[in-house]
T-cell receptor
Framework: AQTVTQSQPEMSVQEAETVTLSCTYD???????LFWYKQPPSRQMILVIR??????QNATENRFSVNFQKAAKSFSLKISDSQLGDAAMYFC???????????FGTGTRLKVLA | NAGVTQTPKFQVLKTGQSMTLQCAQD?????MSWYRQDPGMGLRLIHY???????DQGEVPNGYNVSRSTTEDFPLRLLSAAPSQTSVYFC??????????????FGPGTRLTVL
């Protein structure tokens, strides 16, 4: 069975600083995908970044990047130059080609301090 | 291209009432799913479908029914609402296939309160 664990219920960061959100996962499949989603107060789920397990290179999207450690089954999200608009819930998720199921972590609430 | 749409956005039910949450997508995605979001629990998978006529249970299926008669629509039925089903419900869809990112697209959510 797949599991996704986010051990930080809440994090804070000063505006313009860098913050890292942690995520660990477990799956027995070799073909899987990892995602970070952002949920602002509007409730809409927004894809932040994605990573295919077979790619060794860490994904990057502007100020967002991941540290994908396949052997450790770790998938952390780094937000650089944090902005007030980054304040939201962030969810880590995993899906595999075999199960077609997406499993989400419990989320990390990020607060950005002015 | 409307993406994933959900209706209604808000709903209040009394215990024992039934209702259907509607979900539709116009991206021709094979995969559709329903989640519930509760504080501190993240998103939990209720039911999912990998194509018309094919559905399966997720982590928390009890009290919910689904059907998939078309690629576009995936309604979620609450047969006899209970206060424990008070939650925010999300519908999502994605393309499934090798070489794709399998990204899920989400609807705006339905906030359901059962009194």
């Amino acid at each position: 069975a797949q599991t996704v664990t986010q051990s930080q219920p809440e994090m804070s960061v000063q505006e313009a600083e860098t913050v890292t959100l942690s995520c660990t996962y477990d799956t027995s499949e070799s073909d899987y995908y990892l995602f970070w989603y952002k949920q602002p107060p509007s409730r809409q789920m927004i894809l932040v970044i994605r990573q295919e397990a077979y790619k060794q290179q860490n994904a990057t999207e502007n100020r967002f990047s991941v540290n994908f450690q396949k052997a450790a089954k770790s998938f952390s999200l780094k937000i650089s130059d944090s902005q007030l608009g980054d304040a939201a819930m962030y969810f880590c998720a995993c899906t595999t080609s075999g199960t077609y199921k997406y499993i989400f972590g419990t989320g990390t609430r990020l607060k950005v301090l002015a | 291209n409307a993406g994933v749409t959900q209706t209604p956005k808000f709903q209040v039910l009394k215990t024992g009432q039934s209702m259907t949450l509607q979900c539709a997508q116009d991206m021709n995605h094979e995969y559709m799913s329903w989640y519930r979001q509760d504080p501190g629990m993240g998103l939990r998978l209720i039911h999912y479908s990998v194509g018309a006529g094919i559905t399966d249970q997720g982590e928390v299926p009890n009290g919910y029914n689904v059907s998939r008669s078309t690629t576009e629509d995936f309604p979620l039925r609450l047969l006899s609402a209970a206060p424990s089903q008070t939650s925010v419900y999300f519908c999502a869809s994605s393309y499934q296939g090798r070489g794709s990112y399998n990204e899920q697209f989400f609807g705006p959510g339905t906030r359901l309160t059962v009194l």
